[in-house]
């Protein structure tokens, strides 16, 4: 364990040899956290997004963040308390350990730095830099200060205390959900003939729907139109589709969300969007369509 003494020498020690690398003649303002002193956070509320958060004193927070989709792309947000006057491109280093002399630093991307907005990386680069991380090495960029010709700004990301918090990120990134709202915001189900049950694949929908509707309380409401074929008489197909439209509302306000978000409808047999003369016609005749919507 690193004694006070240690650690600090340690955080002098990176930043020399961070700004070693760069242009000596320039002004450098330095943004890091000392070894004591640096915290990396998980961040996790649902099943829809996992956020590591290192804050970077006087300047503001880097985030890393995965969100639930197919692919669960990552980010990296450099959250800053000041942000940019103007467009310029800050270059992201990886710098090495102090334990690893005469290991050069490396060229990890260019960061595109616009005006009032926070700095962002894609997935790839975001890798990149956590790997960087888990090897010890500290990620850092380094920009023209906009406020101050004179100077430059140098970032780093230390990688003290880093592993315990990377590996519970990496295992809520794995419990991540594999669709996203803009896989489930628009749903078209189906029934079986002559029952109220859906076929297999919708009720393999819905299941997704239910457990999306379960981890975000920002749903602002659902609508449920239910329609069914030209058999069966026009009064009792009106009854069954509204039947069917108030099941999967009570399906969803048993999930969590308000009753009164969810509203309901049933057409019977109006709005036919195929031919009730042919089997394959009717099957899709038999539709719920679910529409979701946020703030």
Sequence with gaps: ???RVALLFF???LLSSAVMSFDANA???QYTANAEDSIWQLEKTTRLSCKLNHDIPSY????FMSSASKSKPMSFILDMLIQPEGYDVAAVKSVPPIWMPGVPSKDLANLKLLKQFDGELDSKVSWLMLTELEKGFTPTLYYQDWNNQSDKVLVGLLAVNFKKEYLK???CRDELLSY???DIAFTVMNYEPNTGELTKASKVRLHKIGE????DPSIESVLISAYTDSYGGRYLNETWSKKRATAIKSYMTELGVEAARVKVEGFGEKRHISSNKTILGRDKNRRV???IAKP
């Design 289 to 291: 369509v679910i529409q």
């Design 27 to 29: 002004g450098i303002r």
């Design 60 to 63: 503001g927070q880097a985030q």
């Design 11 to 13: 955080s002098s020690s």
């Design 212 to 215: 999306y509707l379960k981890n």
């Design 169 to 171: 990120f990496l295992k």
């Design 180 to 182: 996203s709202f803009e």
């Design 1 to 3: 364990m690193f004694s």
